[in-house]
């Protein structure tokens, strides 16, 4: 009598992409991510991402009147969804600046999936462009911090955000510490040509880096929405239009190590990426 088939292996890491709609209401945003939190971990997902600001947004800007400390409701809320649950998150949010200063501070917290805070990266490149000042209201974090990466399901994940899409040399100090996968939340600010700005820059850093992107936008009111989840050839596997929604993928570990045998632009590049002031 044979034995029945083994069951099918899934990739290595299951990713929930929560393109959130986000208010100004810090309790209402909190439900909106636990909702996400929930679709997540029925679909099994290893790690949510959600978008740059969750825990508060207005589209004329955010600065410290939308301000948490680390330990404040919307951090404390990501911990003890992702300790309940066993999802991880990565997930934008809003810092107050230290040593007096009046602005905020930009931030994507890392949280694992025992819902221990795993990392934050504060934002190092604000928004100062197409006219906005995102500087007046927002302190800019150190290019000298260590990159945040972190490990899931034998994938190394980097973080950076919105703006710092626009840099590649961002995403590439991200590689050299040993990324994977780039994560970019961001609430992309919408306008003429943006969208496609957005599409264009996320491929590129996927191919640039032989890294799979998945940049997760806000959807709403001034923003883009428009999520996209990029194989490492540059392939487009998910993509989203303006809309609130929640979907799920599965990144392949062994198909972005093929893509980086067939392309080794890695290996072959002549130039490091060293931070400046």
Not at 23 to 28: K, L, R
Not at 62 to 70: D, K
Not at 175 to 186: E, K, R, S
Not at 206 to 235: H, M, Y
Request: hydrophobic residues 45%.
């Amino acid at each position: 009598m044979s034995s029945a088939p083994a069951p099918p292996q899934r990739p290595s890491v299951r990713v929930t992409v929560a393109q959130l709609q986000v208010s100004d209401d810090h309790t209402a945003n909190r439900q909106v991510v636990e909702d996400a939190f929930r679709t997540a971990a029925r679909s099994s997902a290893d790690l949510l991402v959600v978008p740059e600001y969750s825990s508060g947004f207005d589209p004329r800007g955010v600065g410290s009147e939308h301000a948490e400390p680390i330990d404040g409701p919307f951090v404390t809320m990501l911990r003890d969804r992702a300790r309940s649950t066993g999802v991880a998150v990565l997930a934008g949010t809003t810092l107050p600046a230290e040593g007096g200063d009046d602005r905020a501070v930009n931030a994507v917290v890392a949280v694992d999936g025992a819902g221990e805070l795993a990392g934050v990266y504060r934002k190092v490149h604000l928004y100062d462009a197409f006219g906005q000042r995102e500087s007046d209201r927002l302190v800019p974090g150190p290019v000298d911090a260590p990159p945040l990466v972190l490990e899931i399901g034998g994938l190394t994940f980097g973080v950076l955000t919105c703006y710092d899409l626009r840099f590649p040399e961002s995403a590439r100090r991200l590689v050299d510490a040993g990324a994977q996968v780039l994560v970019v939340p961001a609430a992309w600010a919408a306008g003429e040509l943006k969208a496609m700005h957005w599409r264009t820059l996320a491929i590129a850093r996927a191919i640039e880096n032989t890294a799979a992107v998945v940049a997760v936008g806000q959807a709403g009111k001034g923003v883009t929405g428009r999520s996209l989840v990029v194989a490492p050839d540059g392939v487009v596997g998910l993509e989203m239009d303006e809309k609130p929604q929640v979907r799920t993928v599965d990144l392949d570990g062994a198909a972005l190590l093929r893509v980086r045998e067939q392309n080794p632009s890695l290996a072959n590049r002549r130039y490091t990426v060293v931070p400046v002031a």
